[in-house]
């Protein structure tokens, strides 16, 4: 009995000594002092050698050696958590996550690089809004009451009366500079619009649009061409070629409308060029007198050109992009292929 006491000692001072070393010497604690064939187990077997006066004392003892060891284990598992969550499984050495760049949208890609060309040539961008009433969207821009614009199969009508739609064209933001700004006048209108169209390859509800005009004294047909030409070359190569056609719209006078050779084929003939060669890619003219005179601007002083083009229209023959759908669906795969133009 005394030997065993003394054995118990021992252990405990051992117990006592004992540090947390990692999830092994843990283990081996455990299996040395509490398993199956451990010291706590071999102890309890020798109660049968001790005499029966004692067993209830060396029981006692016992237990409390039992439990000694069983909490030292509990501290050791303790302190191993602990040391995991201060030094969390990660390897600083490791590539980080990537951080995925956006790309930028073609259309926003070609409206940057319209308002830069032009830019160069003194044009500020006018920006107007997209609800627009009837005055600023047709009447003021010499569209007359009956032109097939203002039927309610090809606009949408917010409001009948008061006539409140959603701008057809950025024409509208022309009519706006116009009416607050006197000349000379040198912009470019970049924006949305809207029109009643079935959606389709080459129809959509909404599309984009820059219109650009150009009011001073002195303001002839030459400029006009040279600008547009200048304009082509630099989003198109040096080797562009352009035809002007004559054309009509209501609020410019002469109107021609511009084509390029075409960019797919080369001239060649393709299903873009409905195989003439020719893409027509804007509308152009002198603005008509009396859009001037709306404005309060003296005719006979001032003159000026406007011309108007689809961003879809510039999109499609500069990346081929086909089907108009393409730009609002929203399809990864098509808008990740502009990463590099960003
Ligand atoms: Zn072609």
């Not at 021609?256 to 890619?281: P, Q």
């Amino acid at each position: 009995m005394e030997q065993l006491l003394q054995q118990i000692e021992k252990y405990k001072q051992e117990i006592a000594a004992v540090t947390h070393n990692g999830p092994d010497s843990t283990e081996a604690y455990r299996i040395k002092f509490l398993g199956t064939k451990g010291i706590v187990k071999n102890l309890f077997a020798e109660m049968k050698n001790v005499p029966n006066e004692k067993k209830k004392e060396f029981g006692q003892i016992l237990n409390e050696f039992k439990q000694l060891a069983e909490a030292k284990y509990e501290s050791l598992k303790k302190s191993a958590g602990a040391t995991e969550e201060a030094a969390p499984d990660i390897d600083l050495s490791l590539p980080g996550d990537e951080l995925p760049l956006g790309t930028r949208h073609p259309i926003s890609l070609v409206k940057n690089e319209i308002i830069h060309i032009f830019g160069r040539l003194g044009f500020s961008v006018a920006e107007g809004p997209e609800i627009e009433d009837d005055w600023h969207n047709f009447t003021s821009l010499n569209l007359p009451g009956d032109h097939p614009a203002r039927d309610m199969q090809d606009t949408f009508y917010i409001h009948k009366n008061p006539d409140w739609l959603l701008r057809t064209h950025t024409s509208s933001v022309q009519a706006r500079v116009m009416e607050k700004q006197k000349p000379p006048i040198r912009i470019i209108c970049p924006g949305r619009v809207y029109r009643n169209e079935t959606i389709s390859a080459r129809a959509h509800c909404f599309f984009h649009q820059t219109e650009g005009l150009y009011v001073d004294e002195n303001v002839s047909f030459a400029d006009l061409k040279q600008t547009l030409y200048f304009f082509v070359q630099e989003m198109f190569g040096k080797d562009v070629k352009v035809r002007f056609r004559p054309s009509y719209f209501p609020f410019t006078e002469p109107s021609a409308e511009m084509d390029i050779n075409c960019r797919i084929c080369g001239g060649v003939g393709c299903n873009v060029c409905k195989h003439t060669g020719w893409v027509e890619i804007l509308g152009s003219g002198m603005v008509h007198p009396k859009m001037l005179e709306n404005f309060n601007i003296d005719s006979n002083k001032y003159t000026g050109f406007a011309f108007g083009m689809g961003i879809e229209r510039i999109c499609q023959l500069k990346y081929r992009i086909n089907d108009l759908r393409l730009y609002s669906q929203n399809d990864i795969r098509f808008l990740k292929q502009f990463i590099s133009a960003v």
